[in-house]
């Protein structure tokens, strides 16, 4: 996909495509009519085993849930699952991915993603736990807050040091 006309895929969401059947250059997921045929094939990466479907799988559903207003629980759930994925960059993604969803105008319900957001709000790496640990706190949960200080303070930290 040639820049400015669309949307570039990435490594893992170009392999992810190809995996699947679907040409990477031509999935276009700022166009409506697109989006179905990438989110199959994310739904499908979210459980692989390999690095590259798992991340490919976030970076398409960050995407979606990005540009698109319309429900997508199935996508918010396969971001949840990856949350607890041993895959680093795949956490991350995850993490930054729900964490735009936290806002008063967001038609995502990540009601069933708080959980998860907690563990990965004390994650230790500070790509998971700096997205995570302010999005629980924008969603002013009772008792959540104070277990998150840890991941905050973390990524607070990293903030002020740069």
């Given amino acids: 996909m040639a820049l400015g006309t669309g949307t570039v895929h990435g490594f893992g969401a170009r392999k992810l495509l190809a995996a699947a059947g679907a040409d990477p250059d031509d999935l276009r997921l700022d166009e409506h009519e697109h989006v179905d045929r990438g989110v199959a094939p994310a739904m499908s990466g979210f459980d692989s085993e390999r690095a590259e479907p798992v991340e490919g799988a976030v970076s398409i559903a960050a995407e ?11 996508l918010v759930a396969g971001l ?83």
């Fill in 64 to 74: 979606v849930l990005r540009r698109w207003r319309a429900p997508r629980p199935e």
């Fill in 80 to 162: 949840v699952r990856c949350l607890e994925s041993r895959r680093s960059r795949a956490r991350g993604d995850a993490a930054m991915a729900l964490a735009r969803l936290v806002s008063a105008d967001s038609p995502q319900d990540i009601t069933s993603a708080v959980p998860a957001l907690v563990v990965a709000a004390d994650d230790s790496y500070d790509r998971v736990a700096g997205p995570a640990a302010p999005a629980l706190a924008r969603l002013g949960r009772p008792g959540v807050r104070p277990r998150c200080t840890g991941g905050w303070r973390r990524a607070a930290g990293s903030r002020s040091s740069r």
